[in-house]
């Protein structure tokens, strides 16, 4: 039973990253925690017999007009849903002078509810999960105590990538899903920009591939293969480094991953447009029909000449394993398009086995000058799920939404307007609560 005095908050999805965010917010005294979602099931696993959560079947494309309620009935709402959603519940906590979190981008039409939110009095806390979340958090961390020591950056680089742990890299493509497979194949059309040495590169979405570089951390055996996180330039402002000559954010993948995924973009398998006539089709018959060629012995000869497919590292193998050119497994629709084709075979072949451990790594890169010298200065966070427990990635998105919305409702962070986690008053008490469960950089610095 729930108490009139008790703080009142609504979780819009019961995704993959949701456990630990609830468990953390079930566990606060005088919270009660009410979980809307289309699956009633996934709410109710959540929330076991805990007799401060509360599940109830919502469908925010089904019943849009239902949000004003929920949101109105609670003190705070966090969004998990698809980023498309977030302004419709920021538009509705406005209008009932509720507030929000959410672990997303903020997007131009959630940055021009800024006003707004000010003149209702609440915050909408965007960017509180680990990338972004986490990533701007430690990284103004560094660089607040750099100014504060009377130097400046010069050049930052940033990077983070959810992969498995080193055990678990059991497949040939070193990779599997722990958040929305779609979601990580659309992130793989985005453009990206960034500033190199004084000068902005601009990659088109269909070239993102094509720019990677390795990186080494002191912490794991292997390196990874880097390559750049949408627009950087705008952090030139949010992290207050207008002056520096490289900023760059950038994703870590497993080595081999960018030429894959490369061929797996030209040979048509992300796009979006859906396919008809697929009834009766094998993936084969899919990759033929994509490629241009007959569904003979000779398909993946010919798809690797068509494409430049490289020998190694050995992509059609990986394709092969993935079940891209099975000639008796039917597609799973008769109409579909490529990218969710993929996705569901995504969804059947890289997932984890239980007990198996994801992992987080993040690492930045500062340079910063100072009167008297320069500092070289590296932070770096490697993070592992939990055998038969939480992953790494739902902690590291979870946990940060969780302790931001604790400190909003005890009134520890009193701003309105929307924001992201770039301020002292948000980062310290968040960073020093998660490294209090586990979730620690490791900074290290060198002097010339």
């Known amino acids: 039973m729930t108490s009139d005095n008790d703080k009142q908050i609504l979780l819009l999805g019961a995704g993959l990253v949701t456990r630990p965010l609830v468990n953390y917010l079930l566990d606060v005294p005088g919270f009660s925690l009410t979980i809307a979602t289309r699956t009633l099931a996934k709410a109710h696993a959540l929330i076991g017999d805990r007799p ?28 998990l849903l698809p980023a498309m959603h977030h302004p419709a519940v920021a538009k ?31 915050i909408i806390l965007n960017e509180i999960g680990v990338d972004p979340g986490i990533d701007h958090m430690s990284a103004m961390r560094v660089i607040h105590d750099v100014e504060a020591r009377g ?22 493509w070193g990779y599997k899903f722990s958040w929305s497979p779609r979601g990580v194949v659309l992130a793989a059309k985005n453009s990206a920009k960034y500033l190199e040495d004084g000068k902005i590169v601009e990659i088109p979405g269909e070239n993102l591939f094509d720019y990677f570089h390795h990186v080494k951390l002191e912490e794991l055996e292997d390196g990874f293969e880097a390559y750049a996180n949408r627009d950087s330039m705008p952090y ?14 950038g994703t870590f993948r ?36 994509l490629g241009g060629f007959p569904n003979d012995g000779n398909l993946e000869t010919a798809i690797s000449a068509k494409f430049n497919i490289p020998a190694d590292p050995p992509v059609i193998g990986k394709w092969t394993w993935l079940g891209l050119f099975d000639n008796e497994k039917p597609l799973p629709a008769a109409e579909m398009s490529p990218l969710d084709i993929l996705v569901a075979i995504f969804l059947e072949k890289l997932q984890y ?4 451990r994801d992992m987080i790594a993040m690492h930045h890169k500062f340079e910063a000058e100072f009167p008297d010298r320069t500092e070289k200065i590296t932070s ?5 799920g939990i055998p038969y427990g939480d992953t790494s990635m739902a902690r590291t998105v979870g946990l940060p939404a969780a302790v931001a919305t604790r400190m ?15 301020l002292p008053e948000i980062y310290n008490p968040i960073l020093d609560e998660l490294e209090g469960l586990g979730i620690k950089f490791t900074e290290r610095s060198v002097t010339g």
């Not at 109830?56 to 705070?76: R, S």
């Not at 797996?264 to 009766?280: H, K, Q």
């Not at 086995?353 to 198996?356: D, I, K, L, M, V």
């Open 353 to 356: 086995e239980p007990g198996e």
């Open 408 to 422: 909003i409702l005890h009134g520890e962070i009193k701003l309105t307007g929307v924001h992201i986690p770039v």
């Open 92 to 122: 509705a906590a406005i209008r009932h002078k509720k507030l929000m979190v959410t672990t997303s981008y903020v997007s131009d039409e959630m940055k021009e509810l800024d006003q707004a939110a000010k003149d209702a009095g609440i």
């Open 151 to 172: 130097g400046k950056i010069t050049s930052f680089r940033s990077y983070c990538g959810g992969l498995p742990a080193p055990e678990a890299k059991t497949t040939p």
């Open 236 to 249: 030139q402002d949010v992290y207050g480094l207008t002056d520096v000559g490289t900023m760059y954010r």
């Open 380 to 384: 770096t966070l490697v993070d592992f």
């Open 52 to 79: 401060n959560g509360l599940a109830v079947q919502f469908d925010i494309e089904e019943n849009p007009d239902g949000l004003n309620e929920l949101v109105a009935k609670h003190d705070l709402a966090i969004s």
């Open 254 to 289: 497993n080595l081999g991953h960018c030429v894959t995924w490369k061929k797996l973009s030209e040979a048509g398998l992300f796009d979006i447009e859906v396919l008809s006539g697929l009834d009766r089709m094998t993936y084969r018959d899919l990759m033929a029909k």
